[in-house]
Each structure stands twice: as structure tokens, then as C-alpha cells.
């Protein structure tokens, strides 16, 4: 079975500071995500990895960047924390037969203050 | 692009009550269709799925039809248990593109004794 691990589970920070979130899987799988949930919006993707130093961005990448130097760890950076960053950060991979199916981790809850 | 609608919530039921939580989507080709569940304090897992049109996923008593002619995948269960109480989303994925997953906005279920 696929393993996802995220650190930190929690964390508190102060607006302006930078922040890395870490997301490590254990099957070398090639698409890795991260979203950010928030009441009434769902999840909304944030960057995508099709692979080592391949990443994209998706419909809400303003403010964060991320970096993918292992097939296992994709890490995401909010460069200068703001309060509107506040949110769940979930990260998932792809598995399943045709690639379609995503995988997730238990998620980190952000608070910026 | 690629969008998914679903009912808003909070949805309450009464035990051994019939659930139907509508979902419809927009898309180009012919995307996979999800539903994935949160509890409390959890990651999303995945409920059921159904990869192409008239397929019906199921799982845990709960049924999604594919209907590419009303572009549907409403979520149906005869009858709900308290344990049921969760939020529920629904989503599309296809594979091409990253095998980005779309997802709605989530429908909360609370369901009472």
C-alpha cells in the first residue's frame, strides 16, 4: 500500500516568515500534489511533480513555490507567510491503474498569525 | 476548463434514511469520476469511482452512476448509519495533464440517531 507521510502535523507561524511543509511517500510514485482545503472551496491545487525537478503549477500557486529533488519528498515553501495562507495543506499522489485516482496524506493544519 | 458542482451541505438525515448528494461536472474528453470521503480530523479517502460512462462504482452500500448525457454522478445510499456522518466530495480526474484531480466543494453529512 502507498504511504504518504506529512510534516508537520501542525504548526503555528507569524505573517512574513517563510514556512517548508514536507510531504514523503514510500513507493516511488511519479505524480505528487499539493492542495489546500478551505470551508466552501473544497480542494484546490496548488503545485503538481510528474517527477524530479518537474513541477507545475496549478490554480492557486501564488505565494508558495515548491521543490522536488527526490522521487520521494515533495516539499512546498510559502516564501512570506500571510493570514490568508491559513488552511489544511494535503498532499496526495497518484496511483491506481490508469493514474486517476489520488492517495492522501493525513495533512498539515497551518495557522498564520 | 474542468469543474465539478455539488449540493451544498450540511445535509442531516435520521438514521436508515435514503442519502442522494447531486454532482454534476464539466469536462473535455472522458475523465474518470470519484467520490471521496473525510471524517473528522482525517485525510480524504477514496469512496468509489467510475471510469466510464453507464459504470456504476460502489462501496460501503453507497452507489454512483457515470451518466455522460446529463454529465451526473450523484451519490446515493438506501440507508445511512451514524457512522456515515463525514464530508463528502465529489471529483474528476483524467488522465492526461498530470492526472490532476478536480474537486467539488464538499457536501457535509451529518446523520442522527
Known amino acids: 500500500d502507498a504511504g504518504i507521510t506529512q510534516s508537520p502535523r501542525h504548526k503555528v507561524t507569524e505573517t512574513g516568515t517563510p514556512v517548508t511543509l514536507r510531504c514523503h511517500q514510500t513507493?516511488?510514485?511519479?505524480?505528487m500534489y499539493w492542495y489546500r482545503q478551505d470551508p466552501g472551496h473544497g480542494l484546490r491545487l496548488i503545485h503538481y511533480?510528474?517527477?524530479?525537478?518537474?513541477?507545475d503549477k496549478g490554480e492557486v500557486s501564488d505565494g508558495y513555490s515548491v521543490s522536488r529533488s527526490k522521487t520521494e519528498d515533495f516539499l512546498l515553501t510559502l516564501e512570506s507567510a500571510t493570514s490568508s495562507q491559513t488552511s489544511v495543506y494535503f498532499c496526495a499522489i497518484s496511483v491506481g491503474t490508469d493514474g486517476t485516482e489520488a492517495f492522501f496524506g493525513q495533512g498539515t493544519r497551518l495557522t498564520v498569525v | 476548463g474542468n469543474s465539478v458542482t455539488q449540493m451544498e451541505g450540511p445535509v442531516t438525515l435520521s438514521e436508515e434514511a435514503f442519502l442522494t448528494i447531486n454532482c454534476t461536472y464539466t469536462a473535455t474528453g472522458y475523465p474518470s469520476l470519484f467520490w471521496y470521503v473525510q471524517y473528522p480530523g482525517e485525510g480524504l479517502q477514496l469512496l468509489l469511482k467510475a471510469t466510464k460512462a453507464d459504470d456504476k462504482g460502489s462501496n460501503k452500500g453507497f452507489e454512483a452512476t457515470y451518466r455522460k448525457e446529463t454529465t451526473s454522478f450523484h451519490l446515493e445510499k438506501g440507508s445511512v448509519q451514524v457512522s456515515d456522518s463525514a464530508v463528502y466530495f465529489c471529483?474528476?480526474?483524467?488522465?492526461?495533464?498530470?492526472?490532476?484531480?478536480?474537486f467539488g466543494a464538499g457536501t457535509r453529512l451529518f446523520v442522527k440517531a
Open positions: 511533480s510528474y517527477g524530479v525537478k518537474d513541477t
Open positions: 513507493e516511488n510514485h511519479r505524480y
Open positions: 471529483a474528476l480526474s483524467a488522465n492526461t495533464g498530470g492526472f490532476k484531480t478536480i
